[in-house]
């Protein structure tokens, strides 16, 4: 069964081996001046620096550097805007992960308006005008890539934001699978942890279609196999390209056309411990799941469970619903520990007397417990599920 | 593994219930003139007719009627590039089923060439412009709404010509699953089976991803679940809307992103039998295909036999690879059966006498035999399917 949806995500991918090569094709339909952003020096040690400037020999470009993981409103934001104005930038040439892209994809908004910024991407006004994105990702992670959002910090005010918009689809994504050999087994591991989580926040909704439960199953398979090859041997182009390739597809709502909306609980509870605890996203979200698993289960959930349990990890029919779920979740415990995550979150300096201060907050700013969802969840659920994740 | 591969595929889906109420927003985005393109009437039985008309009051509206299945270039498409001319049209809106949306799709850039329109049709040319196309797609089956392809013939100089161009992508999709209430179990089953064979196309290549496995399987089941449901019961939603999205995937690439190209031998096959004996392509399709199957069985392909079924038949692991095969063909064989499709070319009027011309006939057009081929078929292996399909 499907409900209505509208569905469309006009970005180009553009994958495989040494498909930086199209580069200066696809910027020169935007224009000569280019405003190239990236984050720290790990572009210019893998030698994707030199070659982008190599190969935009002849186009105009101002830098922007520096940008930080949980990209900041002030100042990368403020500045890259700045620099497109300034510059009469026609295009934004993002190299980096995730939060390169969703800093360049603020600046594409912020570039085209006369007033702040920040009223933008908090959603008091609707942007009209973008400079268009080429990426080149470096990360299989957030699926920031093939996707129209956002996440922006304003430290400030304490504020992050979501930001969605369709005029935040990058207008080509470039990924080559090659230079995500170099990804730490760490970050490797985490990113994947972030894409299977994307994937399991849209699955336990309700209603679902027999068509895309089979997508998301095969997308899990696929990030749970091949990660594990990945941290055997980080040049396993195979497994790479297979990993690369999933997590574009986390969050433009293509693996759930038609299902309900479940809200994305998790995220909404790892947001308060990056915010408290600046904790890696991916990390904090492999730690929450199988607490948050347990805390969901019921008679209207257990569907879920049975449905991953048989088709995902291969149980058995004659196995009890009670039995397929606890393996469902112990496997996941189990698969996330196996990736090199440590499944406490004490490990990574959460304290246990910011719980109850960190539930107030996700109801506050998330909003976790509203009747339509799938599996509402009120403070006290909250306080469970980080207890239980300590 | 994945290959290397480009992906975009820009038409907004609008899907669901009751979505045609969003219709007369989209078409304002192009403009007042509006080429309207339909079939026969069913269009009119149905009460569409009248529902388009009401919604597009104060738009000015020309019409082409009587598209043909097989669409024409001459009469219809030459008909539909003079009139989108001569009243400057601003969108083409076409109501009905692939044929309606593969003629309209040929008249949108033939209405943009001052030349004669068979010169880009067969590629001669190359198009520069279309006039926008939005579509209300009746029949869930060949997933024009949602690919860059479309098959005219020209019966003056026998020819029919598949032609791809990205200009060929329509700007919007309706899909309304409760429109395909009314189509009958003939047109169900052959709809469904031809969508079936587009995943069949994509699924039998080298290399695979196990992702791209996953969506394949996923498709083929809930084709193979909701039609029995559909032809049981037609005005179930739930399985009408399953087919009618999924049929919507066959013919983009998005299935087989990174995976080999397989030539779509059964397509190749089943177009010489439709130019000779004019039978309903699905129904073709069906036939051929286990066929086919039983013919490529090889070391190479077994591979392909054997995942579909254990992920698709859940058939046993224990049983050889030779036995799993038999129950794939077998299986396919009798769903088709089931699904009320006569499953020997003879039952449709082909003719044992012209097998060995239709087999020369495709590889004259066709070229099934080359050597990048996941399986080519040289004559011998044509005849051979032919034969035992009858």
């Not at 100042?75 to 104005?85: D, E, Q």
Request: net charge negative; hydrophobic share 40%; charged share 20%.
């Amino acid at each position: 069964m499907l409900n209505d949806f509208t569905y469309q995500t006009p970005t180009k991918l553009i994958f495989g081996k040494g498909v930086i090569k199209e580069l200066p094709k696809e910027i020169a339909k935007f224009g000569k001046n280019v405003l190239l952003t990236y984050g720290g020096g790990s572009i210019k040690k893998m030698g994707l620096y030199d070659e982008v400037y190599k190969l935009l020999d002849g186009f105009n470009i101002t830098e922007l550097s520096g940008i930080e993981p949980n990209p900041k409103y002030d100042p990368s934001v403020i500045i890259g805007a700045k620099l497109c104005k300034e510059n009469n930038i026609d295009v934004i040439l993002s190299v980096g992960g995730g939060s390169v892209l969703d800093c360049s994809k603020a600046i594409s908004v912020c570039a085209k308006y006369d007033g702040e910024g920040w009223d933008l991407i908090s959603g008091k006004v609707k942007a009209k005008a973008a400079v268009p994105i080429v990426d080149i990702i470096t990360l299989a992670a957030t699926g920031s890539e093939y996707d129209m959002g956002c996440v922006i910090s304003n430290t400030a005010i304490s504020d992050k934001r979501g930001y969605l918009d369709e005029l935040l689809y990058p207008a080509v994504s470039f990924l080559d699978p090659e230079y995500t050999f170099s990804v730490s087994k760490w970050q490797t591991a985490c990113g994947t942890a972030d894409a299977i989580n994307h994937v399991l926040e849209q699955f336990f909704a309700a209603p679902n279609s027999m068509f895309n439960d089979g997508i998301m199953i095969s997308a899990l398979r696929s990030l749970m196999t091949n990660v594990k090859i990945a941290l055997k041997d980080p040049n396993d182009y195979s497994a790479r390209s297979e990993l690369m390739y999933v997590c574009s597809w986390g969050c433009n709502g293509i693996l759930a056309n038609g299902a309900g909306y479940s809200g994305w609980p998790m995220h909404s509870i790892e947001h308060a411990l990056s915010a408290y605890f600046d904790i890696t996203h991916g990390a904090g979200l492999a730690i929450i799941t199988p607490r948050w698993m347990k805390e969901i289960l019921s008679e209207k959930t257990v569907e879920r469970f049975v449905t991953l349990g048989r088709n995902l990890f291969g149980l058995d029919k004659n196995l009890s619903d009670f039995e397929t779920t606890q393996k469902v979740i112990d496997g996941f415990y189990a698969f996330f520990e196996e990736t090199g995550i440590p499944m406490h979150l004490a490990e990574l300096g959460v304290k246990e007397d910011k719980i109850e201060e960190m539930a107030d907050h996700i109801l506050e700013n998330d909003s976790t417990n509203e009747p339509w969802m799938f599996a509402p969840l009120d403070k006290d659920a909250l306080i469970r599920i980080l207890k239980a994740s300590m």
